[in-house]
């Protein structure tokens, strides 16, 4: 899905806000970030197997579960800048076909 150094966007900022407490500092909607890493994570009911980024220029606290990993972010809030870009071309592309 996503790779170390790959600029996304984040799509959906809206955290539940006893999440957003554990948090030092969240993506916004519609700003670019680059991955710092990625990784298997914990969901907040505390299941396994989320995708997990971290993002560059956001650090946070550690989580109080071993093995510590640093908070991160689900996947799933986040689309890549290419995907983004290229659903942008095909979205004018389709309005000016309409315009003929």
Same mark, same amino acid.
């Given at each position: 899905?996503?790779?170390? %150094?790959q600029? =996304? @966007?984040?799509?959906?900022d =809206?955290?539940?806000p006893?999440?957003?407490?554990?948090?030092?500092?969240l993506?916004?909607?519609?700003?670019?970030?680059v @991955?710092?890493? =990625?990784? @298997?994570?914990i969901s907040?009911?505390g299941?396994? %197997?989320?995708?997990?980024?971290?993002?560059? %220029?956001?650090?946070?606290p550690?989580?109080?579960?071993?093995?510590?990993?640093?908070?991160a972010?689900?996947?799933?809030?986040?689309?890549?800048? +290419?995907?983004?870009r +290229?659903?942008a =071309?095909?979205?004018?592309?389709d309005? +000016?076909?309409?315009?003929i």
């Amino acid at each position: 899905m996503f790779c170390t %150094g790959q600029k =996304v @966007v984040c799509c959906d900022d =809206v955290f539940h806000p006893q999440i957003a407490t554990l948090y030092l500092a969240l993506p916004r909607k519609d700003l670019v970030y680059v @991955v710092r890493s =990625v990784s @298997v994570g914990i969901s907040p009911t505390g299941d396994e %197997g989320e995708i997990a980024i971290t993002l560059i %220029g956001l650090q946070n606290p550690r989580s109080s579960k071993p093995p510590h990993p640093e908070r991160a972010f689900n996947a799933m809030r986040f689309r890549s800048l +290419e995907e983004m870009r +290229e659903s942008a =071309v095909k979205q004018a592309e389709d309005k +000016e076909y309409d315009l003929i």
